[in-house]
């Protein structure tokens, strides 16, 4: 009963319309008033400590290191020396928006923030070299949600802290993951312009390689410096998201100096309105997760799959199934926020790494990015490049594909993210 009335206050108030945030917080209000323990107090400091965590500071700091990534010059300098390695190769703009991405993931952790970046850079220049504007569209949404894999991650920052996960080692177990999944796109997208007969763009010479190179080398120095310094504990994840916002804040006003000290406040707004929206999802979110810890529907549910827990790599198969579903109605953090207080005990109960589950989940919400019809990522390639919404789902689903049978091939063989992982952080 307890389970029907969450998730039936939750979805019916989703359902009318109500954002999710205060739907997480009808479900949390439902359940008290089923417990017959309503307490208007219980309500306000369990959705203030939801908030009151420290390792959630990175999450602001990240998305402003990401605002200003973009509009600093960082990104076109980053694209640009991709341009001089590869765009020379048949289909090799999409290569570059391979490379690009990957490399960006280490700046942003931002999927949204690095989908703006490229379809703003790549999309006109692949559409003007002839390129399938669709499956353009398709390729850079895709490469996109690399960014939560790869840190720093603004996912695995929220993850760590609903399922009291260490941040620093989901971190470095997201490295080699991430890397695997730009490579299953470089695959999927040789296979599919293979026979295509556009014309590349002239080879770069040695000296315009080294010169692109020495460009992008300060942009391309921020990545060692949070791997570094997270793997040598120099600093934590919170001070690591300081750390790569103040570097690119000065990068791009005193180095590059294409970022004029008249838009920070703009850049400082947006990062500020979209770490708000998140914060108060985390802080929301506890009230349901206290709710759910009091009304022991966690046990309930570790008796409920007993069965699979014997069988772990059954049960991941099922976890994953189940997100999969989830992501193409929900967004990347309430996914993340409603599932994880419920999913954990039953991990934990299978003995299953609990990084490595953070791992695979953050790829499942990742690609729940580019699931239609909610898609927030294809959403934001469809705005950014002028291009309808079923363009970009039709050019998406290639891609999509190979990095769902990637992360189906972590669970059948978990050693490909552990041992890593483990060589990783030590």
Known sequence: MTIVIFLGSLLGAMALGVPIAFSLLAAGVA????????????????????????????????????????????????????????????????????????????????????????????????????????????????????APIIPPSIGFVVFGVAANVSISKLFMAGIAPGLMLGAALWLTWWWLVRKEKIQPAPRASRAEVLVAFKDATLALVLPVIVVVGLKFGVFTPTEAAVVAA??????????????????????????AQTSAVIMFLVAAAMVSAWMLTVTNLTTELVTLLQPLIERPILLMFVIMI???????????????????????????????????????????????LITPPVGTVLSTVAGVGKISMDEVTRGVWPFMLAQFALMFLFVLFPALVTVPARWLYG
Request: aromatic share 8%.
């Open 31 to 146: 359940l008290m008033w089923h417990m017959d323990m309503f307490d208007a107090q219980i309500l306000a400091q369990n959705v203030i400590e939801g908030a009151n965590s420290f390792p959630l500071l990175a999450v602001p700091f990240f998305m402003l290191a990401g605002e200003i990534m973009n509009a600093g010059g960082l990104s076109r300098r980053i694209v640009h020396f991709a341009m001089t390695l590869v765009g020379h190769v048949r289909g090799g703009l999409g290569y570059v928006g391979i490379m690009a991405a990957v490399i960006m993931a280490a700046l942003s952790g931002s999927a949204v923030a690095d989908a703006a970046a490229l379809a703003a850079l790549l999309l006109p220049m692949m559409h003007r070299a002839g390129y399938d504007k669709a499956r353009s569209a398709g390729l850079l949404a895709s490469a996109s949600i690399i």
């Open 246 to 271: 103040v570097y690119a804040l000065f990068i791009s006003t005193v180095v590059y100096r294409e970022l004029k000290l008249s838009q920070l406040f703009g850049l400082f707004q947006a990062a």
């Open 322 to 368: 189940v997100t999969m579903l989830v992501g193409t109605a929900m967004d990347m953090t309430p996914t993340i926020l409603i599932l994880t207080p419920v999913l954990m005990p039953v991990v934990k109960a299978a003995g299953i790494d609990p990084v490595y589950f953070g791992v695979l989940f953050m790829i499942n919400n990742a690609i729940g």
